[in-house]
């Protein structure tokens, strides 16, 4: 069951008729260094609103950067979860923010990721869990970032590994989730046809922007919900115009895809 304030932000989040979401995340600082974005980061975030996004993931310190009305027609989830580039496990994510503290900001909902398969599993299925009850509490919607990357998995992008790791997502209270796909448009209709919650698939970030847009295409077209583009994004020459054409493939509008 879905209660009312729930029900509320998932429908500011959902606002669009498509019942497709473009989401930026814009949460790479802690993990990679400071961004393209370093010091504009409130004319960014103007920027992907006028352009079309449904929402932008932050950090909670990003947040308090930012003026309240760049959120009148742009949804915002706080990303609960941090590691950096720097550590010796990378993919060791940990909380560093709570579900109490990200309504505290204004938040619409939060975000989790999760790396299945790395060396610190188990606590972060954990963390993801207490999470998931903590937004059942306070009427958040959690979308759970899910990739498949560690030790034990030897293709990140083999459609069954994929489907366990938005299985788990599903299976312990998101109500959406994030991840790399396969490139296969069928291989992708398999895996969203068996998740019961809308699979968001992840931008990425290659050096050929039309490979990109194909990639994402394909995606789309597979069943899945939406997209989740930040880098691909923020690292463009004109990020507006990038994420008008994202919009234009999430919200199905075909000729404002093409270049």
């Given at each position: 069951?879905?209660?009312?304030?729930?029900?509320?932000?998932?429908q500011h989040l959902y606002r669009r008729d498509s019942g497709r979401?473009?989401?930026?995340?814009?949460?790479?600082?802690?993990?990679?260094?400071?961004?393209?974005?370093?010091?504009?980061?409130?004319?960014?975030?103007?920027?992907?609103?006028?352009?079309?996004?449904?929402?932008?993931?932050?950090?909670?310190?990003?947040?308090?950067?930012?003026r309240p009305h760049r959120f009148r027609e742009l949804s915002l989830?706080?990303?609960?979860?941090?590691?950096?580039?720097?550590?010796?496990?990378?993919?060791?994510?940990?909380?560093?923010?709570?579900?109490?503290?990200?309504?505290?900001?204004?938040?619409?909902?939060?975000?989790?990721?999760?790396?299945?398969?790395?060396?610190?599993?188990?606590?972060?299925?954990?963390?993801?869990?207490?999470?998931?009850?903590?937004?059942?509490?306070?009427?958040?919607?959690?979308?759970?970032?899910?990739?498949?990357?560690?030790?034990?998995?030897?293709?990140?992008?083999?459609?069954?590994?994929?489907?366990?790791?938005?299985?788990?997502?599903?299976?312990?209270?998101?109500?959406?989730?994030?991840?790399?796909?396969?490139?296969?448009?069928?291989?992708?209709?398999?895996?969203?046809?068996?998740?019961?919650?809308?699979?968001?698939?992840?931008?990425?970030?290659?050096?050929?922007?039309?490979?990109?847009?194909?990639?994402?295409?394909?995606?789309?077209?597979?069943?899945?919900?939406?997209?989740?583009?930040?880098?691909?994004?923020?690292?463009?020459?004109?990020?507006?115009?990038?994420?008008?054409?994202?919009?234009a493939l999430v919200h199905g509008r075909p000729a404002a895809v093409?270049?």
């Amino acid at each position: 069951m879905i209660n009312f304030a729930r029900s509320v932000r998932l429908q500011h989040l959902y606002r669009r008729d498509s019942g497709r979401l473009l989401i930026v995340p814009l949460d790479h600082p802690i993990s990679v260094g400071p961004a393209a974005h370093s010091g504009h980061l409130d004319r960014l975030v103007g920027t992907i609103a006028d352009a079309g996004a449904d929402a932008v993931v932050l950090h909670k310190g990003a947040v308090r950067r930012l003026r309240p009305h760049r959120f009148r027609e742009l949804s915002l989830l706080v990303h609960l979860s941090a590691s950096t580039g720097l550590a010796g496990d990378p993919d060791a994510k940990y909380l560093v923010c709570g579900v109490e503290e990200a309504l505290r900001l204004g938040a619409h909902g939060v975000s989790v990721h999760v790396n299945v398969g790395s060396a610190t599993e188990e606590r972060q299925i954990a963390d993801l869990a207490a999470v998931a009850d903590a937004c059942d509490r306070w009427g958040l919607p959690l979308l759970a970032m899910v990739y498949a990357r560690g030790p034990a998995v030897p293709d990140p992008h083999a459609p069954d590994v994929v489907a366990h790791a938005v299985t788990i997502a599903a299976e312990l209270g998101a109500d959406l989730v994030k991840t790399a796909l396969p490139s296969s448009s069928g291989e992708v209709t398999a895996i969203t046809a068996a998740c019961p919650i809308p699979v968001i698939a992840a931008g990425g970030a290659s050096a050929d922007p039309e490979e990109t847009f194909e990639q994402l295409l394909s995606a789309v077209h597979g069943g899945a919900g939406g997209v989740a583009a930040g880098r691909f994004v923020f690292t463009a020459d004109d990020p507006g115009e990038r994420v008008r054409r994202l919009s234009a493939l999430v919200h199905g509008r075909p000729a404002a895809v093409a270049r």
